[in-house]
């Protein structure tokens, strides 16, 4: 998942210091702590719900992005970078500039 953000990043003309959010999927607390880590961005940034709902498998991040909505911690502008694997070898990222009017 960490190539799919560098990917990502690179297409956007975007850095690591342009994330504002980063949501991994959440399959285990393992994969999204090396995921952080490879990216490089602080643990702050990073959301992590697997402890709090386990794996939902594709609701893990929708999840995320409304708890993050929830405890009010989004702003106009924002920079949500989502990544995810699933069955079949398939993976890949988006971006999300968050826009509350939209929302």
């Known amino acids: 998942m960490s190539n ?3 990917d990502l990043l690179k297409k956007q003309r975007m850095n690591k ?3 504002t959010w980063l949501i991994p999927h959440q399959a285990n607390l393992r994969i999204i702590n090396a ?6 961005i602080s643990p702050e940034k ?4 697997i402890n709090k709902y386990g794996n939902t498998t594709a609701a893990t991040i929708p999840t995320a992005i409304s708890e993050l ?3 009010r911690k989004l702003r106009t502008g924002d920079n949500i970078v ?3 694997f699933g069955g079949g070898f398939t993976w890949g ?3 999300l500039k968050w826009n509350p009017y939209i929302a």
């Open 4 to 6: 799919s953000v560098y």
């Open 82 to 84: 989502m990544t995810a």
């Open 69 to 71: 909505y929830e405890e």
């Open 93 to 95: 990222a988006t971006l």
């Open 46 to 49: 990073i959301v992590v719900t």
């Open 17 to 19: 210091k342009d994330i």
């Open 35 to 40: 995921v952080g880590e490879r990216v490089g």
